[in-house]
């Protein structure tokens, strides 16, 4: 019995994750950003200093790949690195002025795609969509033993 695309799970969610990034890339575009800043942006929204291994557990993306984004970050002035004072190898990351100044961009376009790519469905559709999504990651990030975020 062959695998029908349209009825895999997998393929499915992965379709829409490309789409989503899709769309959130060219209103981030308009900003100077793209999509792979956005764990950084979420991780230091708050305000908290975070070293790179927490932010790459966060982002549940490996190390190199976490050091490449912050490099590409620190560059354009999005973010800043100082000393951790109980660590003196690692340092601490912070979104600089720069980057607390783009925060309310990232939100909008963020916003603005989750409402298009959900405006076909209820509300009642809509929390039971994020309430599975939530419920598959926790199950498959579990067994990778993955953080989340």
Do not use: C, H
């Not at 100044?101 to 790519?117: C, Q, R, W």
């Amino acid at each position: 019995m062959p695998l029908d695309r349209q009825e895999s799970a997998g393929y499915l969610t992965n379709w829409a994750a490309r789409l989503f990034a899709r769309a959130i890339d060219q209103r981030l575009r308009r900003l100077g950003l793209s999509s792979g800043q956005l764990p950084v942006f979420f991780a230091l929204a708050a305000g908290e200093a975070m070293t790179q291994k927490r932010l790459a557990q966060i982002a549940s993306i490996e190390q190199p790949t976490m050091a490449a984004t912050l490099a590409r970050m620190e560059r354009d002035g999005l973010i800043e690195r100082r000393p951790d004072p109980r660590d003196r190898r690692a340092s601490l990351v912070t979104l600089s002025a720069a980057g607390r100044e783009k925060l309310s961009g990232v939100m909008e376009a963020i916003s603005s795609v989750n409402e298009e790519a959900l405006s076909e469905l209820g509300q009642a559709q809509r929390e039971a969509y994020i309430a599975s999504l939530k419920r598959i990651i926790a199950t498959l990030g579990g067994k990778a033993g993955e953080v989340g975020g």
